[in-house]
């Protein structure tokens, strides 16, 4: 199983200061949830993407001596069950759902020669809607507990606008990340290009499973 891990960078920073990272060891196995069993067990290797580098990374591995099952820090710039690292995922997201762009004009804007391909665009923004609503309810229930009164949350108003629910959780990111700034001083210097990142942290800490 994996953990997704905010390391503070992006791919080039994460390799290239890799000897210097702190690899949080879990506390609670994530498997058994037996306590201080985990132990280090070495690290597999990752071949993430941009539009014009491969790169070769190592993900640290954490073995529990309780149930031998292992826990894996994944990078939070990078997806599960995606190649290409999530800078650019979401450039593609945003511009079709956010930016209302047709297929060609997300091609135009967010590939460079060919990468990443139409087929792959349309891939990633089908997958985003079918998991939205799921992660949606979630981030909704969370802005609701801090404060419910936020026009984005009144069912008469700005969210009902929103008909595709990849558009409604890239807002509710947005909203988010905003409440996350007042909780944690980690984040204070999050941008809006850092919203979805932050939310596939914060949402597999949740339990959500696959975003996009």
């Not at 292992?70 to 079709?96: A, C």
Request: charged fraction near 20%; glycine fraction near 6%; proline fraction near 3%.
């Amino acid at each position: 199983m994996t953990i997704v891990t905010e390391f503070g960078c992006n791919v080039q920073t994460y390799i290239k200061e890799f000897k210097q990272l702190c690899f949080p060891r879990p506390k609670v196995c994530i498997h058994c949830q037996a306590v201080d069993l985990c132990i280090g067990h070495g690290y597999y290797t990752r071949k993430p993407v941009d539009q014009q580098n491969a790169y070769v990374i190592q993900i640290k591995r954490w073995l529990c001596k309780g149930c031998r099952c292992t826990i894996s820090l994944l990078p939070s710039f990078l997806l599960r069950h995606r190649h290409y690292v999530l800078e650019v995922i979401q450039q593609v997201v945003v511009t079709r759902f956010e930016k209302q762009a047709s297929w060609s004009q997300v091609s135009q804007r967010c590939s460079e020669e060919g990468a990443p391909s139409e087929r792959t665009i349309k891939r990633w923004s089908q997958s985003l809607s079918e998991h939205a609503s799921s992660w949606l309810a979630v981030v909704q229930q969370r802005l609701a507990t801090h404060d419910a009164t936020l026009p984005w949350l009144d069912a008469l108003g700005e969210a009902t606008e929103l008909r595709e629910t990849g558009s409604a959780l890239l807002q509710a990111a947005t909203q988010l990340l905003a409440w996350a700034k007042t909780n944690w001083a980690e984040v204070i210097a999050y941008g809006q290009d850092d919203r979805l990142r932050f939310l596939w942290h914060w949402g597999h800490s949740q339990g959500l499973g696959r975003l996009i």
